[in-house]
């Protein structure tokens, strides 16, 4: 792009959408340009901020005439560098903020529409309001949005008994890589009408196309909802514990988190407010979640009926029920403040794996003393949705050592001992966070070359140019 046809593409856009919407200068598109983790650095031509699904086309239709690619970005909240532009300086950041809309609540049909600028928690807000839930939860539900959600295909702490984000959607609006709107947004349980092109962008991560809007399933709000912390000695031990609680429970089980001693004991050391119901084990956590619909009594009843099996078998060797919203509250937040203190001990290698259970004990021991070996004093981090089969298996650096050098020195062989592990054990590298700049050579790596193939065959039919978010996602 010459220099007269950038102004000129320029003006275009603050022609359709306004100059203050259109930012240009460093310090305005400096918060659209790192990622959340600081790991990615990029330049844009512009940030642009589109108010409604008709901009977001013209901008995109602008866009292919000038041969111009395409960042989509919502809350910038992810973990792996999907949103980020390249360090080229000829893209445009599109950022969904202004689409924060709640179109529709249809609390008798169970379904919510919603636009992909709204904050996950305005939509969790928007359901409460009708006497609803929208299930998705996760610790960035204060600033990330829908369409990142979905782009992604968020998992969160709910997925046990409801589903990831593809499972709470019914419908898509999207603007596709030609600047055409799909109008999708479905209302309904069954509609077999062809392919399912809602679940081309969901996970996507904006490489088909932008998500602007979202049907999303609604559920009746629980009558309650009780907490527990429960110490484990073990890996196997939670997963016995786990298999006790669904055979009690049943589905009333909505949040089953696995924690080791040592990421507790990094929340105590930089947040010493956030205190345990009891002395930490030497091994391991588990949080555990019941949303009851009977009631308070009955379900603190059948909670605590739980718990004295367990500790009577053998399974726990301690255990806390929250007695109200605020013990509940600092409960979860204990789990939720996890990678924040990660961050604060500083730069450490994040894995995001799924492992199927009847292989999870021997994935973590053996995992374990590989890491070891590799890296003498490394610390392992992990925690994680075990209910679901996925952890967080971090790893900080040893004491003492510099953080950026760990970071520098071990990551490729860290993630090759955990991912080739994950992937030998019938699991995968990337089971909620996506793949973004940071995995794109793991999908290439321990990707179905079947599903590969089929994969940049549907993103030659719908981006043949390539415009949408390149260099995400597909291996080159």
């Known amino acids: 792009m010459t220099p007269a046809e950038r102004i000129r593409f320029l003006d275009a856009l603050r022609a359709l959408l306004g100059v203050s919407h259109v930012l240009v200068d460093a310090q305005s598109c400096a918060p659209y340009l790192t990622d959340w983790r600081k790991r990615y650095q990029g330049q844009a031509l512009a940030v642009v901020l589109p108010t409604d699904t008709a901009q977001v086309a013209e901008v995109v239709q602008l866009c292919a ?22 360090a080229s300086g000829r893209q445009i950041v599109l950022s969904t903020r202004r689409l924060q809309r709640i179109r529709a609540v249809d609390a008798s049909g169970g379904s919510l529409i919603a636009e992909a600028g709204c904050v996950l928690a ?19 539900e204060g600033s990330c949005t829908i369409g990142g959600n979905l782009s992604t295909n968020a998992g969160g702490t709910a997925v046990l008994r409801y589903g990831n984000a593809r499972d709470l959607c ?34 996507a991560e904006g490489t088909l196309g932008i998500i602007t809007a979202a049907t999303l399933k609604l559920f009746p709000q629980a009558a309650a909802q009780i907490t527990a912390l429960a110490a484990v000695r073990d890996v196997a031990g939670a997963i016995a514990l786990l298999d006790l609680a669904q055979t009690r429970l049943g589905c009333s089980l909505t ?19 956030q ?7 030497s ?50 937040h204990l789990r939720e403040s996890i990678p924040l ?20 004990v021997a994935f973590v021991e053996s995992t374990a003393a590989l890491i070891l070996q590799a890296i003498p004093g490394a610390r392992l981090v992990v925690f994680g949705h075990m209910g679901d089969g996925n952890l967080h298996y971090n790893v ?23 991912h080739d592990a994950a992937v030998a054990s019938g699991g995968t590298f990337s089971a909620e966070h996506g793949i973004g700049q940071l995995k794109r050579d793991d999908l290439a790596r321990y990707g179905n070359t079947v599903a590969l193939a089929q994969m940049r065959a549907v993103k030659q039919a719908l981006d043949p140019r390539n415009l949408m978010n390149p260099g995400k996602l597909l291996p080159d």
């Open 341 to 360: 203190a990660q961050a604060q001990e500083g730069l450490n290698i994040k894995h995001d794996i799924g492992v199927p259970m009847s292989r999870m």
């Open 122 to 140: 305005a939509v969790q807000q928007a359901a409460a309001d009708a006497g609803k839930l929208f299930p998705l939860s996760l610790a960035a």
């Open 275 to 281: 205190t345990l119901p009891f002395d930490l084990p």
């Open 65 to 86: 005439l000038h041969g111009v690619s395409v960042v989509p970005q919502g809350g910038n909240t992810g973990l792996v560098g999907g949103a980020t532009p390249d």
């Open 396 to 418: 900080q650096a040893p004491l003492g050592m510099d953080a950026a050098q760990f970071l520098s020195t071990h990551q490729a062989v860290c993630n090759g001992i955990v």
């Open 170 to 203: 019914l419908g898509l609006e999207v603007v596709t890589a030609q600047g055409e709107v799909l109008d999708a947004l479905n209302t309904l349980r069954k509609n077999n009408t062809g392919y399912s092109l809602r679940d081309l962008y969901i996970g």
């Open 283 to 332: 091994a391991w956590c588990v949080l555990l979640e019941s949303s009851e619909a009977e009631g308070e009594l009955q379900g603190r009843a059948r909670l605590e009926g739980l718990l004295e099996a367990a500790l009577n078998a053998g399974l726990i060797a301690n255990a806390a029920v929250a007695q109200n919203l605020a013990q509940s509250r600092a409960l979860w």
């Open 255 to 273: 949040g089953f988190e696995l924690m080791s001693a040592h990421s507790l004991q990094l929340v105590q050391q930089h947040f010493p407010q």
